[in-house]
């Protein structure tokens, strides 16, 4: 029997695959490899956000990604493959830097950009030289790789500018009524999406930070290579940060990062602004804070930064919903452990 989550609300055509059983994961895997085969998209459960995927050899199955997302043309588009061979199928390089980070982050949140191979078709990398790939750590989504035998195409599960889903609810919300397949498969365990690494350069790019972090990073690029000569591999110096900041990963609601100092300045800042919007989130992290008037919501998230990537995008997909019009975020601290979630938050709020 389905459960009762299995209907898509009226309006919505996709149709939602359960895996939490043997059995239903395994006709799930058997589904989805069918309709990838046949140049469909499908959404997918990954650890950091779902994605939309479809295979990557095939470019009218990729042009179908940047149609139902709304992306536009000039936005390139992750690989995701299973093991080093299937990795080594995509770009025209491996060097010592990407097998050093592939050797420790994946399975994972990590996404290498390198020179592709001629089989990788322009539409995925935008007609550009370089492919970003990874290997995820979701069961399922490496379940139907391996079925398919052929890289997925994957973004972000979301319409173009809105944010990325982390639980199958909210790829419904966002395309249910683009897409024929979406796959539950729990909720993302990273929760914000995967940091990218432009190996393709002389001095290794941070293009997107993320939980596998800059300083991790840095720490093994800068080890001597293990050439029994001692000296620093090639790859040896600082990450560049192309450090651009447009407005994305953002909820409906304007977004702001505030610090305060105590309950009173916070409520006597919330009620300076109560009268210029109509229903205010606030999302916490230290402590619960009272006394803020029934006008706003609040919710408090875990102050640890793993816990806290896990459930912030379903804070402000619930903002969404609830047509907040100001959300009002907590700041982090400082520390490589937040540069993720940090930078998020910005580009939120830009
Ligand atoms: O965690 C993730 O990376 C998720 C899951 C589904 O794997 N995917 C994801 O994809 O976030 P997307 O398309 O929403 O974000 C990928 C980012 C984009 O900012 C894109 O511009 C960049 O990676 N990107 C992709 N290929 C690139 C390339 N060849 N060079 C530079 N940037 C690239
Ligand atoms: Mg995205």
Same mark, same amino acid.
Request: net charge neutral; aromatic share 10%.
């Given at each position: 029997m389905p459960s009762p989550h299995s209907q898509p609300p009226a309006g919505q055509q996709a149709r939602l695959l359960q895996t939490h059983t043997p059995e239903l994961f395994a006709n799930a895997v058997a589904e989805v490899v069918e309709a990838l085969r046949k140049g469909e998209v499908v959404a997918l459960p990954t650890e950091t956000v779902y994605g939309l995927a479809a295979n990557a050899w095939n470019p009218e199955a990729v042009r179908r990604i940047y149609e139902a997302k709304g992306r536009p043309a000039h936005n390139p588009i992750i690989l995701h493959v299973v093991g080093k061979p299937m990795a080594l199928e995509c770009v025209a390089q491996w060097a010592d830097p990407a097998e050093r980070l592939a050797a420790a982050f994946w399975p994972g949140p990590l996404t290498l950009v390198l020179p592709k191979s001629a089989r990788v078709p322009e539409i995925v990398t935008a007609g550009g030289p370089t492919v970003g790939i990874r290997w995820p750590s979701h069961p399922f989504m490496q379940a139907v790789i391996q079925g398919c035998g052929f890289p997925l195409a994957a973004p972000s599960a979301n319409r173009a500018n809105e944010l990325s889903p982390t639980h199958a609810d909210h790829v419904l919300r966002s395309l249910g009524d683009r897409i024929p397949l979406v796959v539950e498969g729990g909720q993302s365990q990273v929760g914000i999406e995967s940091t990218v690494i432009d190996l393709s350069t002389p001095v290794a790019r941070l293009l997107r930070p993320g939980m596998i972090h800059e300083t991790a990073l840095r720490e093994l690029l800068a080890a001597p290579a293990d050439d029994g000569s001692g000296n620093p591999a090639e790859s040896s110096g600082p990450l560049r940060s192309p450090g651009q900041l447009p407005?994305?990963?953002?909820?409906r609601a304007r977004l702001e990062t505030w610090e305060w100092k105590g309950e009173a300045d916070l409520a006597a800042r919330l009620r300076r602004l109560q009268p210029g919007f109509r229903r205010i989130h606030l999302i916490s992290h230290t402590r619960v804070p009272? !006394?803020? !008037?029934?006008a706003v919501h609040v919710s408090v998230i875990p102050h640890d930064p793993e816990a806290f990537a896990r459930a912030l995008y379903a804070e402000l997909h619930r903002c969404d919903e609830e047509q907040a019009d100001l959300v009002v975020v907590e700041a982090v601290p400082p520390g490589p452990e937040w540069a993720g979630i940090a930078d998020r938050l910005r580009r939120a709020s830009a």
């Open positions: 407005r994305h990963y953002a909820p009272v !006394g803020l !008037g029934e």
